[in-house]
C-alpha cells in the first residue's frame, strides 16, 4: 500500500521556520523524483521544491528560493522540506508528491498535507 504522510506543518510566526517531513512506503523511494508542493485557499497547487532520487538535483520555486531546501534520506525513505524567514502568503497546505517509473508503467503518489499557517 502506498504511502505518503506529511507532518511538522503548524503555526508559525512572520520570520519563522518550519522543518516539514513526508514519510514514504509501499513503493520504491530511491527511484522517484520527490516534489513539495502548497496550495492556499483560492489558488491553484504550485511547486514549491523538488529533488532528484539521488538527492543531488534540486529545484525551487522563485518564491522559496533563498528560503527553503529540500532533502532527503533514501535510507529511510524520508524527504524534507526545511522553511525559514517564513510570510504570510507561505500559509497553505503543503503535500508530498512522489514521481517515477516502475515496470514501464509511470506513477504519482499524493500524501494528505500538512497545514502550514504564518501569523502573528
Known amino acids: 500500500q502506498v504511502q505518503l504522510v506529511e507532518s511538522g506543518g503548524g503555526l508559525v510566526q512572520p520570520g519563522g521556520s518550519l522543518r516539514l517531513s513526508c514519510a514514504a512506503s509501499g513503493f520504491t523511494f530511491s527511484t522517484s523524483v520527490m516534489t513539495w508542493y502548497r496550495q492556499a485557499p483560492g489558488k491553484e497547487r504550485e511547486l514549491v521544491a523538488a529533488i532528484g532520487s539521488d538527492g543531488t538535483s534540486t529545484n525551487y520555486a522563485d518564491s522559496m528560493k533563498g528560503r527553503s531546501t529540500i532533502f532527503r534520506d533514501n535510507a529511510s525513505n524520508m524527504v524534507y522540506l526545511q522553511m525559514n524567514t517564513l510570510k504570510p502568503e507561505d500559509t497553505a497546505v503543503y503535500y508530498c508528491?512522489?514521481?517515477?517509473?516502475?515496470?514501464?508503467?509511470?506513477?504519482?503518489?499524493w500524501g494528505q498535507g500538512t497545514q502550514v499557517t504564518v501569523s502573528s
Open positions: 508528491n512522489a514521481m517515477g517509473r516502475y515496470q514501464q508503467r509511470l506513477y504519482d503518489y
